[in-house]
C-alpha cells in the first residue's frame, strides 16, 4: 500500500536505516524489512537506479535515480536512502531514460552523476562539473586506482578530466558480445576472483553457449578485502538478475583511500580446524599481481606457514616450517 507506481525496472537491497535489517529500494519507494511502506517520494516510475553512499558528507546511503513521467518534479535526483528526502534534483519534463552515477573524478570529493536528460555531469552535491557526459551504462573496477571506470557493452573506459581513454575492447576477444540489445549490459560484472577489481563476463557470438571472463592485469597498490564481504555490494551481484539490471555499488566511500573503510568481520575456513578471524590488512605496503617478483611478508610475530594463492585460487607457493618475523617469497 503506497508503493503503486513508484517501482523501477530494478531495485536494490541495503540496510539504510543501520538496524542490522534489509530494506528493498524500489525506485521512488523503499519497503521496511516487515514489508510495510517505509516512504515514497511521488516520482513514479523509472528505469535506471543507483545506491552507495555517494555523498560522503552526509550519514548514509544516497540514491542516484530518474524518472520515466513527463510531470514528475524532477526528472533526476539525488535523494536519502534512509527517508527519501529530495537532496537535490531538475525537473525535465521528459521520459529520462537513463542514469549513471560512479566516482568518475577524484578531483570532486564522492560520486559523479549524469543522465540522459541533464545538461552535463554534476558533482554530488548538485554543482555541474562538465558539459559533457561520459558513457551512461554500467561502472567497474578495473584499473589501480580507487576511482570507477566505465563498462559501456563491450569497452571499458577511463575518465581523463576531459575526456576518455579505451582500457579493454572485449570484442576483439572470441568475438564477445554484451546482452539486452541496446541495453548492452554485461552477463555479469562483479568481483569473482576477490581482489576487489572486478571481473567482465560476457558470451561469445561464435558460440553462445561459451561465457568469456575477462580480469584486469594493471597493478594496484591498494589492498581490500573481497567486495562480496560488503552486504550492499553483495547484494548487487544477488539482483543483478533483476529486470533492467544495473551496475553493483559497495555500500562505503572508497574516494577517501582505504584506511577509513571499516574492516568487516572475516574469518578463514579453518579446515576443520578452529576458525580463525582475520584482524587486519597491510594496506598500505602490499603489491597485487606480484608476477615474477620477491614478495616480503613481515610480521610483529614470529611467521610459522606461507601459503601464496594465485588470484584463480591455485596455491603457487607454500612453506609449513618457518620460524622467522620476516620471510622472503619468490614468486
Ligand atoms: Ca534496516
Ligand atoms: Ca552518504
Ligand atoms: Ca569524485
Ligand atoms: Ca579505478
Keep these: ?48 537506479m543507483h545506491v552507495s553512499d555517494m555523498n560522503p558528507d552526509i550519514p548514509g546511503l544516497e540514491v542516484w535515480t530518474v524518472h520515466e513521467e513527463t510531470s514528475a518534479a524532477y526528472g533526476y535526483e539525488l535523494h536519502s536512502a534512509k527517508d527519501g528526502t529530495i537532496l537535490w534534483g531538475t525537473k525535465t519534463g521528459t521520459d529520462n531514460g537513463r542514469g549513471m552515477a560512479g566516482d568518475i573524478d577524484a578531483r570532486y570529493r564522492g560520486f559523479e552523476m549524469w543522465s540522459s536528460s541533464g545538461a552535463g555531469t554534476f558533482s554530488c552535491t548538485g554543482t555541474q562539473i562538465s558539459t559533457s557526459k561520459p558513457s551512461i551504462n554500467f561502472r567497474i573496477y578495473w584499473d589501480g586506482d580507487l576511482q570507477d571506470e566505465l563498462l559501456d557493452g563491450t569497452k571499458i573506459t577511463k575518465c581523463t578530466g576531459n575526456g576518455s581513454s579505451t582500457l579493454l575492447t572485449a570484442s576483439n ?32 557470438s561464435t558460440d553462445s553457449a561459451k561465457l568469456v571472463v575477462f580480469t584486469t592485469t594493471v597493478l594496484t597498490t591498494h589492498k581490500l578485502f573481497t567486495l562480496m564481504h560488503d552486504p550492499v555490494y553483495r547484494l548487487g551481484i544477488a539482483w543483478q538478475n533483476a529486470a533492467y539490471n544495473q551496475p553493483p ?44 617478483g620477491i614478495l616480503k611478508i613481515s610480521s610483529s610475530e614470529s611467521i610459522h606457514q606461507v601459503l601464496v594463492y594465485s588470484v584463480l585460487g591455485n596455491l603457487i607457493y607454500s612453506n609449513n616450517s618457518i620460524m622467522k618475523s620476516v620471510y622472503l617469497v619468490t614468486v
Design 173 to 204: 576477444y572470441e568475438k564477445s558480445m554484451s546482452c539486452n540489445s541496446t541495453k548492452a549490459t554485461p552477463c555479469l560484472s562483479a568481483d569473482l576472483f576477490g581482489d576487489w577489481r572486478e571481473e567482465l563476463v560476457l558470451w561469445s
Design 1 to 48: 500500500m503506497g508503493a503503486f507506481g513508484q517501482g523501477n525496472h530494478n531495485l536494490s537491497v541495503a540496510d539504510v536505516d543501520d538496524d542490522g535489517k534489509d530494506e528493498i529500494i524500489y525506485g521512488s519507494c523503499a519497503i521496511d524489512d516487515n514489508g510495510t511502506l517505509m516512504y515514497r517520494t511521488g516520482l513514479g516510475h523509472g528505469d535506471a
Design 249 to 292: 555499488h559497495t555500500g562505503f566511500y572508497m574516494g577517501d583511500g582505504l584506511a577509513n573503510v571499516n574492516m568487516p568481520d572475516i574469518y578463514t575456513p579453518g579446515f576443520g580446524k578452529t576458525k580463525t578471524k582475520v584482524e587486519s590488512f597491510h594496506i598500505n605496503s602490499s603489491v597485487i599481481y606480484c608476477s615474477n
